[in-house]
């Protein structure tokens, strides 16, 4: 009897991995849909111009936002790593951290500020 459940629940288990819906396969992927709310992005270099904007400018523009949130993320990330390890280091006092904590802190506004303007100076002076 206990043979019987086991293999039993072994068939279920197999039948549900693959009545799993598989879009894997599919060939037209990659061919332009015929929803107009969904944007599609020529892949030969040539962009379609929408209205009275280019969509190339947009797409490009999309891009820089994501570097430059990149970079932000890269500064915290840095900056973080190196507080958790003053902050972990036995050999300094207190105030030694505490300092090193608010030089560092001070050098994260900093290069941030660094970023921003580096981006509105890229991307909103080509108006």
């Known amino acids: ?13 197999v039948a549900s991995a ?5 879009d894997r396969d599919r060939n037209d992927r990659n061919q332009p849909s015929n929803n107009p709310y ?3 992005y020529p892949t030969n270099g040539e962009y379609y111009r929408g209205g009275d904007r280019d969509e190339r400018n947009e ?8 570097q430059h949130n ?9 900056i973080d790593m ?5 902050s972990y280091d036995r050999f300094m006092s ?8 608010e030089n560092l802190e001070s050098m994260r ?16 002076s080509r108006r």
Not at 82 to 86: E, H, K, V, W
Not at 110 to 120: E, G, L, R, Y
């Open 1 to 13: 009897m206990k043979k019987i459940f086991t293999l039993l629940f072994c068939v279920t288990i």
């Open 94 to 101: 207190r105030r030694q951290k505490r300092k090193a904590i």
């Open 18 to 22: 693959f009545a799993q819906r598989d």
């Open 82 to 86: 190196r507080i958790q390890r003053i």
């Open 59 to 66: 797409h490009l523009k999309n891009e820089a936002i994501a």
């Open 109 to 124: 506004i900093q290069q941030i500020q660094a970023c921003n303007n580096q981006f509105n100076h890229g991307i909103y």
């Open 70 to 78: 990149l970079q932000i993320a890269n500064i915290n990330s840095d």
């Open 38 to 40: 969904v944007k599609t």
